[in-house]
C-alpha cells in the first residue's frame, strides 16, 4: 500500500511539472544554452528521473529556444563537496548538490537532518520550504536557488557485523554525510567519518569504514549493494537537504519570458518531485535487501527504538542550543519545519 500511494504521489507531481499552465512560451529564433552540472552518473535517480524530465519541459515550454545541457559524472567537476561554489563561480550555469557536504555554509538549512521532523523525503522537502521565507534563505543570497528537497530516512548499513543493539555501534566507523548527523551518530557511540557519497564503496571495500548512514537508494546508485551485507532501520533519523540552484548571472541574462519558463517550473511544489523520486526508490532499495539471499535486514526492537530515540534527541536538542548560541534561531526554524506535517 505504502509503495502504492508512494507512486501515485510521484506520478501526480511529474503531472503537476507536464501541466504547467504559464505565460507564452518565448518565439525567438535565438537559442539560449544553460549547463548543468551533476556529480553523480546518468543512471543515478536525480539524473534519471528528475533533472532529465525537467529539462526537457524547460525546452517546450521554450518552444526550444531555452535548452538545459546535463554533463553528468563529474564533467565539469569531481565531487560534490565544490558543487554550490561551482554555481556561485559560474563554473556551470545550474550545479547539483548536498548542504551536508558543506554544513558550516548551510547551518540553518541543515536543521532538517535532526531526528523526528520528517518520516520521509517529501515530508522534510515540505519542511524545508515551510522554513525558507526569512529563515534559509539568507543561505541562497549567492544562487538562484531553483529546486530543495530532501531524500527519504537513512538506514544503518555493515559488512562485517549486524547492528542489533545501540550498544553494538560502540566505536564502529560509521559514515556520515554531515556534521548534524556526525554528532548524532557520535550520540549512539559509533565513531562518525565524513565522506561524499562517492568516496564509500572504495572505502568499506578496502576496510576502512564498518559501515554507512544512507538511504537504501545508493544500493544500486552507488552499488553499496556490493559492499555491504547488513541493515538496521527503525530509529527516526533526520533526512539529508539537496539543491539544485543556478548562477546569479546566468539567470539575470535571461530574458524575461525565459525567466518565467525557469520559475513556473521550478520551486516548492515542483521540488517535491525530487523527493518523491527519492522515497520511491527507497522501497525498492528495501525490497532489494528483503529479497536478497545474501543480505540481511534488521529492526531494532522497540526497547532499543527508545533507547535510540532517547539519544538521537538529546543530541538534536544539544544542536538547536549550540546553533541558538551561534546566532541562528534554530528554534524557531525547527518549528517552522515541524508545522509543515502537523500529523507527524
Partial sequence: MKTMKTTLMLTAFAAGIAGLAGAPAPSSAS?????????????HAMNRAFFTPWVKKVGEES?????????????????????FKRAVDGVADITFGLQGYTSSQFRRTSLIELPGIANNGVEATRALWAAYEGHLEK??????LLFMWSVDRPV???????????????????RTPSQAQAKTLKSLGAVPIAMPITKVYNAMARGLLDGVLTSTTTLTGFKLIEVTKYFTEGLPWGTSPMFLVMNKNSYNGLSAAHKAVIDRTTGPKHSEVGSAVYDKESIDGFNLVRNSKNHELHRFSDAEIRKGTNLLMKAAGDIIAETEAGGIPARTIVKKMKAANPTN
Avoid: C, H, W
Fill in 31 to 43: 537559442t539560449v544554452e544553460l549547463k548543468l552540472a551533476s556529480f553523480t552518473g546518468p543512471k
Fill in 139 to 144: 543561505e541562497y543570497g549567492e544562487v538562484k
Fill in 63 to 83: 518552444n526550444g529556444t531555452l535548452q538545459v545541457k546535463m554533463f553528468v559524472g563529474g564533467k565539469l567537476g569531481k565531487g560534490g563537496p565544490r558543487q
Fill in 156 to 174: 544503518i548499513m555493515t559488512k562485517n557485523k549486524p547492528i542489533k543493539a545501540i550498544s553494538d555501534l560502540e566505536g564502529m566507523k560509521i
